[in-house]
């Protein structure tokens, strides 16, 4: 058997699978209530062991929140799970499961998992885009994962839309995370994102300018990553996608004012398939990849 985690700041979810990938089993709990990562590591292997249906497990995944040191599996120090510095995650779980463990990057995992079992199913070349609180993003080249010579590619929130825009945390001025990203966009007016959208939603033209305005720059990245990759498909989730029939008609308007993508090579936009599932089900096709 397999099993493939998705680690948040929100949430854990863990899933059981067979050797071919087919989920059998998935469960999960708030990450606050597990505090430590020694408690989420003893929840996670007793989770497994209970549903394990006598079966070995043979390889295990994890999906995690960056930065991460994917050779040596080790959790570097991740802003959305504070105090999680240096953890050598990969090495705990082993030796709570006896398995094989991978670390991985969770928007690599989630992209995997839509290209696997979602909306990116039946192409070669896929980009898939998470458009929340931040930015970030996972490419399939060729049909495989592609992580770049440091594990890294994918850095989608951080290509630079605008070099004299507002200073990000990674320390650049004017990425896309700072344009366009929920988080920026709550300091920038003042109000939660989700109320933001709902505004806009909703009739209101400040709001709605400020919408539009996100959703352009983010057609933009599009154009920049077309042009760099020559992917088939964009497949998009995250919370953003929620008002996806206010931010999609923006983003192929942009992606189309492009001359020099022409029709004939100009990639679809989807929304993702799976939802919060994606992460998970990604993990496990990982486990299962490296078996």
Known sequence: MLA???LGGTQVRVALARSDGQLLASFRTKTPLLGTPQRMVE????????HRRREKINSIAIGAPGPIDIEHGV?????????????PLASMLRRATGAQ??????????????YHRGAGRGTRNMVYITWSTGVGGGLIIGGRLHRGAHGTAGEIGHMIIDPDGPLDN?????????????????????????????????????ARMVVERAARYMGLALI??????????????????????????TMIETLKSS????????????????????GQVGAVEWARINQ
């Open 259 to 278: 001359p020099f993508i022409k029709p004939a090579r100009r990639p679809r936009l989807l929304r993702a398939r799976l939802g919060d599932r994606a």
């Open 170 to 206: 990674c320390g650049q001025r004017g990425c896309l995370e700072a344009m366009a990203g929920g988080a920026s966009l709550a300091r920038e007016t003042g109000h939660p994102a989700a109320e933001l959208f709902k505004a806009a939603q909703g009739g209101n033209e400040h």
């Open 43 to 50: 929840w996670a292997a007793a989770e497994i062991e209970q």
């Open 101 to 114: 463990v991978h670390v991985a990057n969770d928007a690599d995992m989630a992209g995997l998992g839509e």
């Open 4 to 6: 493939g985690i998705d």
């Open 75 to 87: 959790l570097v120090n991740p802003p959305n799970l504070p105090g999680w510095r240096n953890v």
């Open 224 to 249: 920049s990553l077309t042009n760099a990759i020559d992917p088939e498909l964009f497949v998009m989730g995250g919370g953003v996608t929620r008002s996806w029939a206010l931010v999609q008609p």
